[in-house]
């Protein structure tokens, strides 16, 4: 099974409710990318802002957190309706506790790393994560390209989790995901494919959702 979770990073923020109704139908998930201008040198929303956002959405919400102090800034979503929040590990002084309070919310808990995060700094705490979240691009900005050089710790990452029966523990892909590049995602192991620019910037955003179903299904 795969997952497509378009981000509205690319879409109209004035105009959210419709921009999400585009896609509504086709998806599976919303990728909501919450950044503080600290962790990365953007802004897109402030916790009110984005729990509303969470409230309002009718598709499952991905929330990924690309700020800072994550271990205490994750508080306000933990009480969302959030489907799964994701943390960077470069951001947590604590992760294994930053996780567990976020599962203890009742939702999953995800970890992010960097393209230059070696993979193996997710390895010993598998168990305490229900999705691991590869960055194939610098975290921060839409529209990047694909970075391929990222995929083997795609590759790793699943062989881990096939190795140690953990069936239930997502590998999702942010940043530069597209009719191009979902298939190598996929054949690499990963699952949820986050995409902003390709949905987002096409005259047919639910299309592009389908299709790249379509093409990672037949991976």
Same mark, same amino acid.
């Given at each position: 099974?795969?997952? /497509?979770?378009? @981000?509205?990073? =690319?879409? =109209? ?7 999400? #109704? ?7 998930? *919303? ?10 040198? =953007?802004?897109?929303? $402030?916790?009110? %802002? ?19 102090? #994550?271990?205490? #800034?994750?508080?306000?979503?933990? !009480? $969302?309706?959030?489907? @799964? ?12 506790? !930053?996780?567990? $309070? ?5 939702? %999953?808990?995800?970890?992010? /790393? ?6 193996? @700094?997710?390895?010993?705490? *598998?168990?305490? /994560? ?20 990222? /995929? ?5 990452? %699943? ?18 995901? $597209? ?12 699952? !949820?494919?986050?995409?902003?620019? @390709?949905?987002?910037?096409?005259? =047919? ?15």
């Amino acid at each position: 099974m795969i997952r /497509i979770a378009p @981000s509205i990073l =690319n879409a =109209n923020f004035d105009d959210l409710p419709n921009e999400i #109704a585009k896609i509504a139908s086709v998806a599976d998930l *919303l990728h909501l990318d919450v950044m503080d201008n600290l962790f990365v040198p =953007n802004f897109t929303f $402030s916790p009110e %802002r984005a729990t509303q956002i969470i409230t309002d959405s009718p598709l499952p919400v991905d929330v990924h957190l690309m700020i800072a102090n #994550a271990d205490t #800034a994750v508080a306000p979503y933990l !009480t $969302s309706k959030a489907l @799964s929040i994701t943390v960077h590990l470069e951001a947590c002084d604590d992760p294994v506790s !930053t996780l567990r $309070s976020i599962r203890g919310s009742g939702k %999953r808990s995800g970890l992010a /790393i960097k393209p230059n995060t070696p993979i193996e @700094s997710v390895e010993e705490i *598998l168990e305490e /994560i229900d999705m691991i979240l590869v960055m194939t691009v610098e975290p921060g900005f839409g529209g990047q390209s694909f970075m391929e050089s990222v /995929i083997p710790k795609v590759e790793r990452a %699943r062989h881990w989790i096939t190795q140690r029966g953990f069936d239930d523990l997502w590998i999702e892909v942010d940043g530069g995901i $597209s009719l191009d590049t979902i298939a190598i995602a996929r054949k690499a192991g990963a699952d !949820t494919f986050v995409a902003g620019s @390709s949905v987002y910037k096409s005259d =047919n955003p639910a299309e592009v959702v389908t299709q790249l179903r379509a093409i990672g299904e037949t991976v």
